[in-house]
Structures are given as C-alpha cells and as structure tokens.
C-alpha cells in the first residue's frame, strides 16, 4: 500500500492514477481529503494514514522550509514505511547555496539518513506553469512572462508522476537522485506561439520586467523562492540547460515535450 500526499495537485494527481491502474493501493492524503486527511504541518496527524504503508511519496510545498521534517518522517517510520521518494527539485542540486532551495537540501538530507530506502526526485521547471496563462488567454489572448526568449527543459508533471510511481514499487530505486527535464529546451514566448497554433487564433505575448514578474510571484510564493526562480529563470546554468536522460531511463521512453502536454491540456486555454 502507498500512501501519497499532495495527492490533488499537479503531480499527486496523476501519481495517483498510474499507481491504481497498476492495481495498487493507494491513501491519497490531502488536508481537503474525504479520507486519508492529514496536514504535514502536524505530523501527528499522518499517524493513521501510514499506518501499514509500505512506501511514501512526500511532496512538500514552498520548498518546505515551515515544516518540521525530522518529525515527520519519524511519524512515516514508524508507521512501518520501508520507502520514501521525495519530490525536490533540480534547483536543490545545481544551486545548493541559494537560500531559495536550501530547505529542500535539508529534506534531502533528512530522508537519506532517515533509516528508510530514499529515492530523490528532482525535476527542473513544471510544464503545468503554463496554467498561470489560462485565464488571460481565455479572456484577452494574451500573455505575459519575463525572460521570453530563455529556454528550459520543462518536465511534463506526468512524467514525474510516472518515476515516482515506479520508485515507489521499486526497490532497485533506492539510493537513486534523479534528474527530471523534457527533452528539448523551451521558451515562454515559443509555448505562447504553441497555444496560438492550437487554438488557431493570435496570441500576444508581452515580456515582462523581472520587477514585475516578481511582484505577481510574490502573491503565491515566498520571497527567496521568487528571488531564486528568476534567478534560474533568466541566468540558468549549464547545468540547468542540460537535457536529462533520466525520465527515458526509468520508464523506458522519451520524456514528453511540451506540445504532448498541451494536447493534453489545451481545454484550458479555450
């Protein structure tokens, strides 16, 4: 049995389905849940939802640094829970000192002493950003980013879901950090032109300043992460820039790029 939290988001959500069409049990925890709730900010309260699990999937918000980790995954443990894979993120690992990302650093370094199999997941920027645009494109067409003609290799949720579905099940997974990217660079003006072929209708994309981009991160992000997202954002390293094979490894097939995930998504937008 496995046991999911942030189970209703963007990559909960479909860890969820590959895990149950492999027949498997699954406690999907939120705060909001029907279920299994529990909140991370009260470890006691995962107690009965891992109860009897034999791996945990832990994804913890804004880069978590509210959370008392140390106490939770003593909670997971002693539950019985012989795996757990962390959703960190690939900033952890190419930005180490950044104070944006330095809390998922100590997660890493919690669960990897924490007794347990570990698996690490750290993936670059989410393709599912690009909902953030839904609503100015229904409404307006149009959109705005800074940093429009800087690429990354955004991962498609999707595809993380599936290497965590998989180090989950998994044992041969334990002790593994994966790197998680699509397979090609991408540019916030070349996904606006992506959105316009699909609809068949113009979409005007705006650059922003840096100075307003972060003004709008600042109402649903922490200060350093915002600091540290335009960082990445407009001056990635190579590092960053680096296609992984990882997602191809795990699953045996090319990551996904951004034109399957908008097939996917497209209904948003219109």
Not at 119 to 142: D, I
Not at 184 to 192: D, F, G, I, K, M
Not at 259 to 264: E, F, K, N, S
Request: net charge negative; charged share 20%.
């Amino acid at each position: 049995m496995y046991v999911v939290t942030g189970a209703t988001g963007n990559v909960g959500t479909p860890l969820v389905a590959a895990l149950t069409e492999a027949g498997a049990e699954v406690r999907a925890v939120s705060r909001n849940a029907a279920r299994w709730r529990a909140d991370l900010a009260d470890p006691e309260s995962l107690r009965p939802v891992v109860a009897g699990a034999e791996a945990f999937f832990l994804l913890v918000s804004g880069a978590g640094a509210h959370l008392d980790g140390p106490a939770i995954v003593d909670v997971v443990k002693a539950g019985g829970v012989r795996r757990v894979v962390l959703l960190s993120s690939q900033a952890a690992g190419t930005r180490p000192d950044a104070a944006s990302h330095a809390p998922l650093r100590e997660w890493e370094r919690t669960v990897r002493e924490s007794g347990m199999d570990w698996t690490v997941l750290r993936p670059g920027g989410f393709m599912s950003n690009t909902f953030a645009w839904a609503e100015p494109v229904r409404a307006h067409r149009a959109v705005a980013a800074p940093f429009g003609d800087v690429g990354l290799p955004l991962v498609d949720p999707a595809d993380i879901a599936g290497v965590a579905a998989a180090a989950l099940r998994d044992p041969a997974h334990a002790g593994r950090v994966y790197e998680l990217t699509g397979p090609e660079l991408s540019t916030p003006r070349q996904r606006a032109a992506e959105i316009a072929r699909m609809l068949g209708e113009p979409v005007t994309f705006t650059e922003q300043t840096p100075e307003e981009a972060r003004e709008q991160m600042l109402t649903f992000m922490p200060a350093p992460v915002a600091d540290g997202t335009l960082r990445i954002l407009g001056s990635p390293i190579p590092a960053e820039l680096r296609i992984s094979p990882d997602v191809e490894r795990v699953l045996g097939r090319p990551a996904r790029g951004f034109a399957d995930w908008l097939d996917r998504n497209g209904h948003a937008f219109r």
